[in-house]
């Protein structure tokens, strides 16, 4: 049973689900608004938030936790660099989520993730 188990899985393994979701968050970094499918959208969004968080403290430790997430180096820098004082008044928040419609392919529903200006 599943009772109470909010992680979604999108129908892979921890492994493979990690991978995608650490590659999809370096993407939403890196270009700042990316086109995917709605629940890999609302999967990735806390891990965003979460790294644009720790990323507001610009510090050896702040880079070390995003390197543990990030394995790109200009992902970890941009945050420190540019996100991070960029969204320091703010409290949280980071992005939002804009339903765009079904794939033609498979009916999927899209969403495009982007961060708030």
């Given at each position: 049973m599943r009772h109470r188990r909010k992680q979604v899985t999108?129908?892979?393994?921890?492994?493979p689900r990690k991978a995608l979701l650490r590659g999809l968050a370096t993407s939403v970094i890196l270009y700042e608004n990316v086109n995917t499918t709605l629940a890999k959208a609302k999967?990735?969004?806390?891990?965003?938030?979460?790294?644009?968080?720790v990323g507001r403290v610009?510090?050896?430790n702040s880079r070390r936790q995003l390197m543990k997430t990030l394995t790109i180096e200009s992902a970890v820098?941009?945050?420190?660099?540019?996100?991070g004082p960029r969204y320091a008044e703010r409290k949280g928040?980071?992005?939002?989520?804009?339903?765009?419609?079904?794939?033609?392919?498979?009916?999927?529903?899209?969403?495009?993730?982007?961060?708030?200006?």
């Open positions: 999108l129908d892979r393994k921890r492994g999967a990735v969004k806390p891990i965003v938030e979460r790294l644009i968080t610009k510090s050896l820098n941009k945050i420190l660099v540019e996100l928040g980071y992005t939002r989520i804009i339903k765009l419609g079904a794939r033609k392919g498979d009916g999927a529903e899209i969403a495009q993730i982007q961060l708030v200006k």
